[in-house]
């Protein structure tokens, strides 16, 4: 079985940092796309990016392009979403999903993550 656990959440003020960690367990990690996601209150969930674990391949969303950054410890079996200049509109929560095969068309559509975690909360404050 597949599971997934999120750490790192916290609450931080503007321009500040949070490096965000997903455990990965139960399958051929490196064989997966862990991807980044995120819900703020009241409204959709909405990707973040995705790596693919086996050769390291990333696919940010325009909301991550120049603030935040994914990689992964193929030893450790642990992905990474550093963030930083965070501002207030990144409060959410945020999860981790994972997928079989990475996909940069597709693993933003909903239904391609076959695994979540439960979420760590960011908080933001300005």
């Known amino acids: 079985e597949v599971r997934l656990a999120e750490s790192g959440g916290g609450s931080v003020q503007a321009g500040g940092s949070l490096k965000l960690s997903c455990t990965v367990s139960?399958?051929?990690?490196?064989?997966?796309?862990i991807g980044w996601f995120r819900q703020a209150l009241g409204k959709e969930r909405e990707p973040v990016g995705c790596?693919?674990?086996?050769?390291?391949?990333?696919d940010y969303l325009e909301v991550a392009k120049g603030r935040f950054t994914i990689s992964s410890d193929n030893v450790e079996n642990v992905v990474y979403l550093q963030m930083n200049n965070l501002k207030p509109e990144d409060t959410a929560v945020y999860y981790c999903?994972?997928?079989?095969?990475?996909?940069?068309?597709?693993?933003?559509?909903?239904?391609?993550?076959?695994?979540w975690g439960k979420g760590t909360l960011v908080t933001v404050s300005s």
């Open positions: 139960g399958f051929s990690y490196r064989d997966y796309a």
């Open positions: 790596i693919s674990v086996s050769d390291g391949r990333v």
């Open positions: 999903a994972s997928a079989p095969i990475f996909m940069a068309t597709m693993w933003k559509q909903d239904g391609y993550m076959s695994a």
